[in-house]
């Protein structure tokens, strides 16, 4: 059964630290780039960060450079967000997805290219893990 499960969502302060992990079974993630993604209420989804299948290219939506770190480990099949002075607005349901193509491409977001098109692009999901900033 292939599945692709988030972890590490909770509450914290603004200004606060979180890590989020998500984990691959049934497949491996060794030729899939791997994003992550978040919703808040009322919003679109849009893509806050891209690693590449070797894990030699990274990418970050403009809001959140400088405060999120995505890395993966191939060998436990595992993609990781670290997330720093995290602000009111991150609060949202965070994704991650697997995309086939192993590069990362422009980060997908409401203004994207004929979106929500583009999220149809990426193979799998996982169920989501709420972050909460707030005080």
């Known amino acids: 059964q292939l599945q692709f499960v988030e972890s590490g969502g909770g509450l914290v302060q603004p200004g606060g630290s979180l890590s989020l992990s998500c984990a691959a079974s049934g497949f491996t993630l060794d030729y899939y780039a791997v994003g992550w993604f978040r919703q808040a209420p009322g919003k679109a989804r849009e893509e806050v960060s891209c690693?590449?299948?070797?894990?030699?290219?990274?990418a970050y939506a403009d809001s959140v450079k400088g405060r999120l770190t995505i890395s993966r480990d191939n060998a436990k099949n595992t993609v990781n967000l670290q997330m720093k002075s995290l602000k009111l607005e991150d609060t949202a349901v965070y994704y991650c997805?697997?995309?086939?193509?192993?590069?990362?491409?422009?980060?997908?977001?409401?203004?994207?290219?004929?979106?929500?098109?583009?999220?149809?692009?990426?193979?799998?999901w996982g169920q989501g893990t709420q972050v909460t900033v707030s005080s």
């Open positions: 690693i590449s299948s070797s894990g030699d290219s990274t």
């Open positions: 997805a697997a995309y086939h193509g192993g590069q990362c491409g422009a980060m997908v977001s409401e203004s994207s290219y004929n979106y929500p098109a583009p999220l149809l692009d990426w193979d799998y």
